[in-house]
């Protein structure tokens, strides 16, 4: 692990760090002193700046860790197939933490993924909770369907090499112009300036490699992800935040647990709970924290 200058924005009281782990680099942050850990990962349009008010309120009570995803931020690019290899990388990049096992808080896309960790190492996760989030087998799938409202980016971005022809080269508006105004995430909360962060890394040669790869997983592994579910049912407590999706993501995620999971709803909140709402999430964290 090595202690790095941020390249890109940053906040005040967290270090960041690259990683090298399971055959890629990762870019993380860190805060906090004591207190069990947190590992926070991000959905799409997102990378760790999507925690930016969320880390200062957990790291009060906890040591706080926000990871870009491979393909994300500033980690490394990701091949076409890197789906279930995200899950890994997570795995290990707590390995060498060596802070031991974690709360897992994955929001949007990255359900998949921290789904993925805590059914294959479940020995990494004391908790698991999905923020606004979904899984490929269990509903996923229909949100990638426009006849049905679903979102036609899904598509065109799971279908290889279109992330690179049509995404890359207009990351700036497709994030700050297009699709913030389309969830209508109000400025207060996703502002010019944090609009520009993720389009500095989105926009890099492989920016969008991530987040085309996690889409693609989701349209396609379904089935696997069902056979794991039955195979390795979570058996550690999991939670499901929800605003606008909130039924959706407990009964993904109830469904691959032994227990189901708890549902919070966060009414009046869009879907980019993070960053919408980061004082309300907190609370509502903290609290699930508190009781296990």
Known sequence: MTVITPTGATIPAVTHHRAQVNGTELHYVAAGASGPPILLVHGFPETWWAFRGL???????????AVDLRGFGDSAVA????????????????????????????????????????????????SLTAVESGLAGFGAERLADVTEGGAWYIGALAAPGIDRLLFEKEAAAFIGEYLYPLYGVPATAVGPADSSEFARTYGRNGGFSGAAALYRGMLTEGAELRALAEQRPLRMPVTAIGSRGGGFTQAAFGAVSVEGATGIQLDGVGHYVAQEAPHRLAEALIEVFARL
């Open 55 to 65: 880390i200062p309120r957990l790291a009060a009570q906890h040591r706080v860790y």
């Open 79 to 126: 091949d076409e197939n890197h789906s279930a290899a995200a899950a890994t990388d997570l795995g290990a990049l707590i390995e060498l933490l060596a802070v031991g096992p974690m709360h897992v808080v994955g929001q949007d896309l990255s359900g998949g993924v921290v789904y993925r960790l805590a059914a294959t190492h479940p020995e990494h996760v004391i």
